[in-house]
């Protein structure tokens, strides 16, 4: 059996484009998603613009102290969840921390990102590459996210060029947090039925309930455009109900849910259709980032 989940057929679209329109995760609390490591990181947004960032454990303590803004909102209800897409401001003054080289003095600091928050996850990120991914699930619910899995594609595309052959390896969408590299198939034709495997580098007790894609050439919007990019696709792992998701032809990172799969067995994805490229047949795709969470 096949669950789809078409998003192009049911949406609302909001729009909250006024200057400081407060964010749904106004008044909550964050951690920050990764491999189990010494530290702790944890964002609080306050629901008058207040911002605290802490981190410490490991050889690293950090504080940062100020005010956020948004703006630029913009609401998708989606058969598989609310998505808030908009910009965050960050003004804050890092206080007097410690790291492996010793006491660093106090700096104000100004940054600016774009966010999407869908449910209990937020994602910090630019043009480049991903900032941060936090959750509000407490304690061992909350989902992780590691380097410490491989992704293979049923072809790849390698270009001639002047400064000789480039390969764009699906090797480039596991779980860094560039978003410049991206992977593109080789095949003749646009993409459709090409896949994608994925398979951990070692074996974890974890329930994957959760996949970020960052579709297409992401990091310009012409390349985006001029690049083919997966329409329909398929997520499946052994012995699992498959689920297929239809993407919005949009430069915005998704969150779909699945599972919960054993992580141990693997996912494997299936380009169903495909958006056609304005100036080229290549389907491409820039970043897959699996969330997964203790058993």
């Not at 407490?138 to 380097?147: D, I, K, V």
Request: net charge negative; charged share 25%.
């Amino acid at each position: 059996m096949i669950k789809r989940y078409h998003l192009l057929t049911l949406y609302v679209v909001f729009f909250a484009l006024n200057l400081g329109a407060e964010p749904s995760f106004a008044g909550r609390s964050f951690q920050l998603v990764s491999f189990p490591d010494p530290s702790m990181t944890e964002a609080e947004f306050g629901t008058a613009g207040e911002y605290h960032w802490t981190q410490e454990g490991g050889e690293s303590l950090t504080d940062r102290e100020g005010s956020y803004s948004t703006d630029n909102i913009r609401v998708v209800e989606t058969p598989f969840g609310r998505h808030e897409y908009g910009t965050i401001n960050l003004n804050y003054r890092q206080k007097e921390f410690y790291n492996p080289l010793g006491w660093q003095d106090p700096t104000d600091q100004k940054s600016t990102a774009k966010y999407l928050f869908s449910g209990d996850i937020l994602i910090l990120y630019n043009d480049k590459e991903i900032l941060e991914i936090f959750s509000d699930l407490p304690g061992t619910n909350s989902p992780l996210y590691s380097e410490s899995y491989e992704v293979t594609a049923s072809s790849e595309l390698t270009e001639q060029l002047s400064s000789g052959p480039i390969t764009y390896s699906a090797s480039n969408i596991t779980p860094d947090v560039s978003l410049s590299d991206f992977w593109a198939e080789g095949e003749t034709g646009k993409g459709e039925g090409s896949t994608l495997s994925i398979r951990p580098s070692y074996e974890w007790d974890f329930l994957v309930k959760r996949v970020i894609i960052f579709n297409g050439v992401y990091r310009r919007a012409d390349l985006f455009e001029k690049n083919a990019r997966p329409e329909e696709i398929e997520l499946s792992s052994p012995g699992q109900e498959s689920l297929v998701f239809t993407l919005p032809d949009e430069r915005e990172p998704v969150i779909l849910p699945v599972g919960p799969w054993d992580w141990n067995r693997g996912i494997e994805i299936s380009v169903k259709s495909v958006y056609p490229g304005t100036s080229w047949e290549d389907m491409c795709l820039s970043s897959l980032l699996v969330l997964w969470e203790e058993e």
